[in-house]
């Protein structure tokens, strides 16, 4: 592993410890356990990834799983900072304009994962024909795009707040449901599709 592997990895998770502290905030056990989910979640980052590193070695297709879940992880973040950053601007949208706001974050994280997938998870060097890759990546994004924010408004408007969850973290919960579920189709859009060697 190099080191920009163990850094991303790191950032990777420290990004879910401070997830992982807005879910369990309100929980009395928190403070007791809060120090280890600043340490657990980096350290269990680096871990799941030197394993995917060695499995890796012999088959290449786990380590770029392992480094396209990291990137996915730094992707959902960026794609959490600019929805609620916009959220925070214009705090009384509903409907269709909070459902923009979704299409809104998830272009500028997709701009954000592109570069991470292609030069850290897929290491693909090569700088020509960028314009057709970026252009195929685009078009494997904006149908994850359609799946992201369908299933976000599926969650956050259809159904709403279950189990009497407040509706910010609910919110919360329904950016990171959205992003899984396009998760796997990303992966083999871009490992098929757009980074084929």
Known sequence: MKKIDIFLALLSGLGLSFLAKGFLEGFLFYKKIEIFIF?????????GLW????????????FQGGKFLLTGILATL?????????????????????????AVSFLVSTFFKY???????????????????ILKFYLVTILGMVFNVTIFYFFFV??????????????????IL??????????????IFVFEK
């Open 78 to 102: 960026c794609d959490l900072v600019v929805f609620k950053g916009l959220r925070f601007f214009l705090p009384f949208s509903f409907g269709w304009l909070i459902a923009s706001f979704k």
């Open 51 to 62: 394993v995917s590193f060695l499995i890796g070695k012999k088959f290449a297709i786990f």
């Open 158 to 175: 259809l159904i709403g707040p279950l189990f009497n969850i407040p509706l910010t973290l609910w919110e919360t919960i329904s950016v």
């Open 39 to 47: 340490l657990i979640f980096p350290l269990l980052s680096v871990l």
């Open 178 to 191: 959205a992003a899984i579920a396009v998760a796997a189709w990303n992966f083999l859009g871009y490992k």
């Open 115 to 133: 570069w991470l997938n292609k030069f850290w998870a897929f290491e693909k060097r090569e700088k020509v024909g960028m314009g057709k890759e």
